[in-house]
C-alpha cells in the first residue's frame, strides 16, 4: 500500500484496529507499463527531492529508478492540470496505455491485524538553520546524501565529480563529521548517529577511484568503525586509498576569495592552528526520527527515548511499550544496514510469535493449469520482441529484427510489442502460446536478473513449462552500450535471438525439485543467543533441540551483570534459562557436542555425543550460537602486577568487594587491548562502553577517586553516547594514545601502586599516572570450537575466526549454506541486545523454512552422464555447495567402477563441475554441452 500513512492505531495484542489514509497517485497502476512517455511530454519541472535539491524531476514522475512498483505518480502540488482545470493534460493524451486518472482521490479504510512492526526509517539532520558549516549560504558546501547522489551514475552528474558553484572538476574535497551528532549546542541531537564514519570513508573511497589525484580529507573526533570489517575498510582507506583523516573537530566553514573557494581552519593534534583549502566540503549529516514519526508514536501510545527513538528494552530489542508492536531499524537508534536488516527480521519473529496459532489460516496459492507434455511435439518457437518503450526501438530496429526472427529455423510466431512485461501483453503472450501450439518462446528485451521469473509464470499460466524459456537481452547488453551505433546494435540483436533460438530449440522441460521439511529445528549453544534463538521457534510452534557444551546454560552472560541502560542481566539470564527448561517444545542437551552432521536444507542429520553416549537429531534448519570468549593480554603487566585484571575480572572482585578497590583512590583502564592490531584488527564493540559505565560507578561511590580512560577512539556509538558525556561531565579524565605509542605499566618499588606512562594529546608531552588499579579492557575472539562446527557443518569461517555469514548487509544471519544460520559472538562481538536481536532473527529466518512441509528447488541442476563419467573427482574439488560425492559400484565380474553421485539439493547449479569435466561426464540441465554448442554455432553464423 504505496502513498499511504497510518493515521490511528487501536485495540491489543493478538486484534488491532489500523486507519490507514491513501493518497491518490493519479495514475493507474494496473494499467501504467512505466514507458516514460508522460515525463518526456510534461511541461512542468520542479526540484528532485531524491537527488537531494541538485536536479530537477517532471511533475508526473518515478520516485526513484527502483522503485516499487515501478509505476508512474503525479506531484499534486506541481501538476498544472490539477491546480488548473482544463490545462495542459499532455501526460494523459501521450500515455500509451491510458493510465492517467486525473479524477483520482484518496481514500481511507481500517485494515485489522493481529501484529504490527514499525520501521519508518528517518531523516538526515538538515544543517541550514545551524549556520556555521555555510550550508545553504555557500554552494559549494553539501550534504554527504548529495555528495551520495554525485557519485552515482544514476546521479545527476552521472557519477562526474563537480562543484555545484560552477561545474569545475573537484580536486580537493574536506569531510566534517558529527554534523548533526554529538552536538549540544548547535542541535539538540547529543547521541552519536553510528553509520556517519564509515559513509564518510566509503565517499571518500569512491571519490578516489573516480579521481585518483584527488586529495580527500576526513576530520573527525572518533573514527567510531566498530562494525564486522570497518576496521580494516578503514586501514585501506589510510593505506592504500590515501585517504588523509585529520582528529580534530571543525566549528566553521568560510568562503576564500570570490571563485567558491572554501577555508577550514582547526587546531591539530600538536596544538597548532591550522588553515586549509578546498574546493568542496561534504557535512556528514547524522539521523534522526521525523517528525510525522514522532506525531505516529504518540498516536500510537509509543514511549519514546529523550531523544526520540522507540524505547525499547534490551532484553527485547524490537519490542514497543505497547505489547503486539515491534519495531526495526533507525526508529529503534541510529544503526547501519546490517543492524536494520538483522533487526527487520527480529521483529518479524516477534510478530510471528504473536500469529503463530493461525498461521496458513489466510493463506492463498496461484493455481495454474495442467502442463501440457511436449516431449514428442517438433520445436514451435515463438519470439516476442519488445520495444521497451524507446530504451529499444530507439536504437535497435525492432521491425527488422522481428522480420528476421521468423526466418529462423523453428520460429512459428513472431510479435512486437511495446512491453512485453506489461500485464496486457502478458494476458496476450498467454492466448497466443495456446492459439498457436507454441512450445518454446524467445523474449527479445530486457535483462532475465528482472524478468525472467514473471515470463516463466505467463507460460505455467498458458500450459507450459517454465523452463521452455529463453531471453535474450537486447536492452541492457545491446542498446544501451551501443546506442551511438544503431546498424551494429540491430545486427548484435539478431544474433543474441538467433543464440536464443539455437538453444531453447534444445530445451526440454525441467522439474523443480521438492523436498519433504523435517519441521524441527537444531540450535547449537547454551548461551544468550541460541536459548533465545530456541524460545523463538518454540513460540512459533516448532520442536527445538538446544546442543550446549558446558554443564549448565548462560554462556557468557554468567560473568554480565547490568547493561548500558542499567537493565539486570542476571535476573533477565535466570528467568530466561528457566523459560527454556520449563517450554515443552523445546529439548535440552547438556555436556554434549556435535560429532557428526549430514544432509541438506529440510533434511539434515546431526550426531551429538551427549554423556557418554551418541545420539542422532533429525532437523530441518540449524543455528549456531556457540558465542565467542575473553582474550588474555600478555602485555601491560597482566599476570604479573597484582593490581593488573581484565574488565571481567574486575567486575567480579568489585562485586566481592575486594579490598583492592576499597582502598583504591586512582583507577586506570586501558581500552583495546588485544583488538585493532594486527593480528586482530577488528573492534571488540562492547568494551568502550564498559569501561565508561565501571567508570562512572567508580565516580559515584567516591567522587574523589582519579579515573582515566586511555583509549584509541571512544566507541560509545549511538545513544550510549550520553554514558561517555556523563563520564566527562564527573571528571573521568580521557586521554588518547595511537598504536604505535601504547601506553607502559610498570610497578613502583615497595608499595601496591604503579606507574603508567602515556602521551597526553591535549598537553603535548609524556605523562605519568601512578594507579592503584589497571582495568584492561581486553577483546573478544572466536570460540575454538568454530573451525570444527564449520568443517562438520561445511560453513565457512572468517580471516578471524568468527563465522562467516552469507552477505555482510542483507543476509547478516545466513550461512550461503541453505538452512543454516548464525547468532550472537560467534558471528562478530556485539552487545548482548544486538545478540538478542541477531538470536530472534535467525529464528525468524528458520521459521519461514519450518512453516513449510515441502521446498520446491531450483530446476537447473548438475547431471551425471554415466557412459562419460570416469569418477575422476575433479569436479568434487571445485564444487563450492559440496554437493558431488564419489561412489563405487561392482559390475557381474567384480570390477569396480568409480562414478560421482550429485545431491540435487544441495546442487545450486553453477556449472563449475561442468567446466572442470575433461570428458563431458556432467552437464548443468538447460545449459547442456549441446545447447551451448548450439549458441557458439549460432554466434559465429553472422
Wanted: charge should be neutral.
Amino acid at each position: 500500500m504505496t502513498l499511504s500513512e497510518v493515521m490511528d492505531i487501536e485495540g491489543e495484542e493478538g486484534n488491532f484496529s489500523v486507519k490507514i489514509k491513501q493518497h491518490p497517485r493519479y495514475v493507474d497502476v494496473d494499467k501504467c507499463i512505466a514507458c516514460g512517455e508522460c515525463a518526456s511530454k510534461c511541461p512542468k519541472s520542479v526540484l528532485d527531492e531524491y537527488n537531494v535539491g541538485i536536479s530537477k524531476r517532471k511533475a508526473i514522475y518515478v520516485k526513484y529508478p527502483q522503485a516499487v512498483p515501478l509505476k508512474y505518480q503525479i506531484d499534486p502540488k506541481s501538476c498544472i492540470r490539477l491546480n488548473k482545470p482544463g490545462k495542459c493534460g499532455f501526460c494523459e493524451k501521450v500515455c500509451p496505455a491510458g493510465a492517467i486518472k486525473f479524477d483520482d482521490t484518496e481514500k481511507e479504510l481500517t485494515i485489522q491485524v493481529g501484529s504490527i512492526i514499525m520501521a519508518p526509517g528517518f531523516e538526515c539532520f538538515d544543517p541550514k538553520e545551524a549556520k556555521v558549516w555555510g550550508y545553504g549560504q555557500y554552494p559549494n558546501v553539501i550534504t554527504s546524501l548529495q555528495f551520495e547522489r554525485f557519485l552515482s551514475s544514476s546521479g545527476p552528474t552521472e557519477g562526474h565529480l563537480i562543484r555545484p558553484s560552477d561545474g569545475k572538476s573537484v580536486r580537493k574535497v574536506a569531510f566534517l563529521q558529527c554534523v548533526g551528532s554529538r552536538d549540544k549546542n548547535r542541535c539538540s541531537n547529543e547521541y552519536c548517529s553510528s553509520v556517519c564514519c564509515m559513509y564518510a570513508i566509503k565517499e571518500a573511497v569512491i571519490a578516489k577511484d573516480h579521481v585518483p589525484d584527488l586529495v580527500t580529507s576526513i576530520f573527525f573526533m572518533d573514527m567510531r568503525t566498530n562494525g564486522k570489517d570497518f576496521d580494516r575498510y578503514y586501514q585501506r582507506a589510510k593505506d592504500e586509498s590515501g585517504v588523509r583523516f585529520v582528529r580534530c573537530r571543525v566549528h566553521g566553514v568560510e568562503p576564500h576569495g570570490e571563485d567558491g573557494d572554501l577555508r577550514i581552519h582547526y587546531i591539530n593534534e600538536e596544538g597548532r592552528q591550522i588553515e586549509e583549502y578546498y574546493d568542496l566540503v561534504v557535512l556528514s549529516v547524522g539521523l534522526e526520527t521525523p517528525k510525522s514519526v514522532i506525531e505516529l508514536a504518540n498516536k500510537a501510545g509509543i514511549q519514546l527515548t529523550l531523544n526520540n527513538f522507540a524505547a525499547t528494552s534490551a532484553f527485547n530489542p524490537v519490542l514497543t511499550s505497547r505489547p503486539g508492536i515491534f519495531t526495526c531499524g533507525a526508529f529503534a537508534g541510529p544503526k547501519d544496514i546490517p543492524q536494520s536488516v538483522m533487526e527487520g527480521s527480529a521483529a518479524a519473529a516477534g510478530a510471528a510469535e504473536v500469529l503463530a496459532r493461525v498461521r496458513n489460516s489466510m493463506t492463498r496459492e496461484k493455481e495454474f493449469p495442467p502442463e501440457r507434455d511436449v516431449a514428442k511435439e517438433q520445436p514451435r518457437i515463438g519470439v516476442f520482441v519488445c520495444h521497451c518503450g524507446s530504451n529499444i526501438a530507439s536504437v535497435v530496429d525492432v521491425e527488422s529484427l522481428a522480420d528476421y526472427a521468423a526466418t529462423l529455423p523453428y520460429v512459428e510466431h513472431v510479435e512486437r510489442n511495446l512491453f512485453t512485461c506489461s500485464q496486457d501483453t502478458q494476458e496476450i503472450m498467454k492466448d497466443i502460446i495456446q492459439k498457436k501450439g507454441l512450445n518454446r518462446i524467445v523474449v527479445a528485451a530486457c535483462t532475465p536478473r528482472t524478468h525472467e521469473s514473471l515470463f516463466r509464470e505467463t507460460l505455467k499460466a498458458a500450459g507450459l513449462n517454465e523452463y521452455l524459456f529463453e531471453m535474450a537481452n537486447i536492452r541492457n547488453q545491446d542498446s544501451w552500450v551501443h546506442q551511438n551505433n544503431p546498424q551494429q546494435a540491430t545486427q548484435k540483436a539478431k544474433d543474441l535471438v538467433r543464440m536464443a533460438v539455437s538453444k531453447v530449440a534444445l530445451q526440454g522441460p525441467l522439474n523443480q525439485i521438492n523436498v519433504p521439511i523435517t519441521q524441527r529445528g537444531l540450535v547449537i549453544g547454551g548461551g544468550v543467543a541460541g536459548m533465545e534463538s530456541a524460545l523463538s521457534l518454540a513460540e512459533q510452534g516448532f520442536d527445538v533441540d538446544l546442543v550446549e557444551k558446558g554443564r549448565e546454560l548462560g554462556g557468557n552472560a554468567r560473568f554480565l551483570h547490568q547493561t548500558w541502560t542499567n537493565e539486570d542481566i542476571q535476573g533477565y539470564l535466570q528467568k530466561l534459562i528457566q523459560k527454556v527448561f520449563d517450554h515443552p517444545k523445546i529439548n535440552v542437551h547438556l555436556e554434549s557436542k556435535v560429532i557428526d552432521v549430514d544432509g541438506y536444507v529440510g533434511n539434515y542429520s546431526t550426531t551429538i555425543y551427549s554423556r557418554g553416549k551418541k545420539k542422532t537429531i533429525e532437523h530441518g534448519i540449524g543455528i549456531i550460537a556457540i558465542g565467542g570468549q575473553r582474550f588474555r593480554p600478555n602485555e601491560y603487566g597482566y599476570g604479573k602486577l597484582d593490581g593488573v585484571f581484565t574488565s571481567i575480572e574486575f567486575d567480579a572482585i568489585k562485586r566481592a568487594g575486594d579490598y583492592r578497590i576499597r582502598r583504591a583512590k586512582s583507577f586506570v583502564f586501558i581500552q583495546c587491548v588485544g583488538s585493532r592490531e594486527d593480528d586482530r584488527n577488528y573492534c571488540s564493540r562492547v568494551c568502550c562502553t564498559h569501561s565508561v559505565q565501571a567508570a562512572i560507578d567508580l565516580k559515584k561511590e567516591d567522587p574523589s577517586r582519579s579515573v582515566y580512560i586511555l583509549y584509541r577512539d571512544m566507541r560509545t556509538y549511538g545513544e550510549r553516547e550520553a554514558l561517555y558525556r556523563q563520564a566527562r561531565e564527573m571528571g573521568i579524565i580521557f586521554i588518547n594514545y595511537e598504536l604505535h605509542g601504547k601506553p607502559r605499566v610498570s610497578p613502583i618499588e615497595d608499595s601496591h601502586q604503579m606507574k603508567v606512562e602515556v602521551w597526553d594529546h591535549v598537553l603535548h608531552r609524556p605523562l605519568e599516572i601512578v594507579t592503584d588499579l589497571v582495568v584492561l579492557a581486553s577483546a573478544i575472539v572466536p570460540n575454538p570450537d568454530a573451525k570444527n562446527l564449520a568443517k562438520l557443518f561445511k560453513v565457512p569461517v572468517d580471516s578471524d575466526g568468527f563465522f562467516q555469514e552469507a552477505h555482510a548487509k542483507l543476509r547478516p544471519v545466513d550461512f550461503a549454506t541453505d538452512g543454516l544460520f548464525m547468532a550472537g559472538l560467534t558471528h562478530y562481538p556485539k552487545p548482548i541486545e544486538e545478540s538478542i536481536a541477531q538470536a530472534k532473527a535467525a529464528a525468524a529466518k528458520a521459521a519461514a523454512l519450518l512453516a513449510r512441509e515441502s521446498i520446491a528447488l531450483e530446476a537447473i541442476k548438475a547431471n551425471v552422464n554415466p557412459q562419460k563419467c570416469d569418477g575422476c573427482a575433479l569436479c568434487i574439488d571445485v564444487c563450492p555447495f559440496n554437493a558431488i560425492s564419489l561412489v563405487e559400484t561392482r559390475d557381474e565380474n567384480g570390477d569396480i567402477h568409480k562414478s560421482i553421485n550429485i545431491n540435487k539439493a544441495q546442487c545450486k547449479g553453477c556449472g563449475l563441475c561442468q567446466g572442470t569435466c575433461p570428458k563431458e561426464g556432467v552437464n548443468v540441465a538447460g545449459f547442456s554441452m549441446e545447447q551451448l554448442r548450439a549458441q557458439i554455432k549460432a554466434a559465429l553464423a553472422a
